[in-house]
């Protein structure tokens, strides 16, 4: 039990930063880079579409996160 709830905290600190990581800043940074082409593309009401996702994603997994953290926490004692 306490192998797979730490494969599992790893994957959502990996999906965690990478979720982060895509999402636009103030000075648009690398989500820009990553998406600038897709914004074109799509238009700019579709780049809120992403950006909306992506912020739910992040307290998604900001939540699951914690309570994998703190089970793990649990099930080493």
């Known amino acids: 039990m306490e192998t797979l709830?730490?494969?599992?905290l790893v994957i959502t600190c990996i999906s965690l930063i990478i979720v982060v990581?895509?999402?636009s800043?103030?000075?648009a940074g690398?989500?820009?880079?990553?998406s600038g082409g897709a914004e074109q593309l799509f238009g700019k009401q579709k780049a809120r579409g992403i950006d909306l996702v992506?912020?739910?994603l992040t307290i998604v997994l900001s939540v699951l996160f914690f309570v994998l953290t703190i089970a793990v926490a649990y099930f080493i004692q």
């Open 5 to 8: 709830l730490t494969v599992l």
């Open 21 to 23: 990581l895509l999402q």
């Open 25 to 27: 800043g103030k000075s």
């Open 30 to 34: 690398l989500s820009g880079a990553i």
């Open 54 to 56: 992506l912020n739910r």
